[in-house]
């Protein structure tokens, strides 16, 4: 009889520290982290696929080559960011970039994409960057980052600047461009990390 009256109070008091970490990870909820990169490998921390694309594959004048680089944005010391050296000085039209796959997340408990971005003072960086976020429609999405410089700086994008989103509760892409317009100098090289959905 007392050994089931003290389960019960173990089991009383185990239901007491469950909701306590239930409220903790509720807390924590604000926000979502699509892909801290700190495996050094693909997937995302959602399980998505992610990486460089070119306009034309077959025109070597223009592209973007994706890495993984051991300089977190965070300062962990064991984490990574990805690293994407570009090129878009070409006698052709030129754009290319970044892609992930946002496998059809739900943004509605949140109100923010966040990542963090800096550049590489040696091989030179622009101070602009497009981000495009696309939902399950597949339509791009615009808004332009500036104000880049060679120190990490966390940018965070409010979702009602992403003007043609229409439906929040599916995201399926998002994506970094790299272009002859925005992109100055037309060759450079910038690192992003942390990419996150929150609630701010
Ligand atoms: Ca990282
Ligand atoms: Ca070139």
């Keep these: 009889m007392k050994s089931k009256l003290f389960l019960g109070a173990a089991l009383a008091a185990i239901a007491i520290l469950s909701s306590a970490s239930n409220q903790f990870a509720m ?7 699509i892909a ?6 693909k997937p995302s921390n959602i399980g998505g696929d992610f990486g460089a694309w070119n306009k034309d594959p077959d025109d070597n004048t223009q592209k973007t080559e994706m890495k ?3 300089d977190d944005a965070l300062g962990d010391t064991t984490g990574y960011s ?10 052709n039209p030129a754009y290319n ?4 796959k946002l496998k059809g997340i739900d943004a509605t408990p949140y109100n923010s994409l966040t990542f963090y971005v800096k550049g590489d003072a040696k091989t030179g960086f622009t101070k602009r960057l497009k981000i ?4 399950k429609g597949n339509k791009p999405s615009a808004y332009l980052v500036g104000n880049i410089t060679d120190k990490w700086q966390k940018v965070s994008i409010p979702f009602d600047r992403f003007r043609r989103i ?3 509760t599916s995201l399926s892409e998002l994506v970094v461009v790299f272009d002859d317009m925005n992109s100055n100098p037309k060759t450079g090289t910038i690192y992003i990390d942390q990419i996150a959905l929150s609630k701010e």
């Design 27 to 33: 807390a924590a909820g604000n926000e979502l982290v």
């Design 36 to 41: 801290d990169f700190n495996t050094g490998d």
């Design 68 to 70: 993984f680089e051991s």
């Design 82 to 91: 990805i690293r994407l050296d570009y090129d878009v000085d070409s006698p």
């Design 97 to 100: 970039g970044f892609w992930m």
């Design 132 to 135: 495009e976020l696309k939902d």
């Design 166 to 168: 229409q439906d929040w």
